[in-house]
């Protein structure tokens, strides 16, 4: 996913992202912070976890704000 700082200055963001399985019971709800330059966008990769649990995901969700942190 990618994080855009609208800001002038250098910030930090907290990004939560749900991993749900094909049901739609959340797997694992990681939070991770990620710092972005001013006007700037940074790509993010948020681990699931283990392979067994990365296995029964099925899709996730993130939200399209990030406050920052």
């Given amino acids: 996913m990618k994080v ?3 800001n002038k200055g250098l910030d930090t963001f907290e990004i939560t992202v749900r991993f ?3 049901s739609g ?3 694992a709800e ?3 912070r990620e710092i972005v330059g001013g006007k700037k ?3 993010v990769r948020v ?3 283990d392979a067994g649990l990365a296995a029964r995901v099925d899709r996730c969700e993130v ?3 990030a406050p920052a942190a």
Avoid: I, S
Wanted: aromatic share 4%; no cysteine; net charge negative.
């Fill in 4 to 6: 855009t700082n609208p």
């Fill in 20 to 22: 749900l399985d094909a």
């Fill in 25 to 27: 019971a959340v797997l």
């Fill in 30 to 32: 990681p939070v991770t």
């Fill in 41 to 43: 966008t940074e790509e």
């Fill in 47 to 49: 681990p699931v976890g």
């Fill in 63 to 65: 939200d399209a704000y």
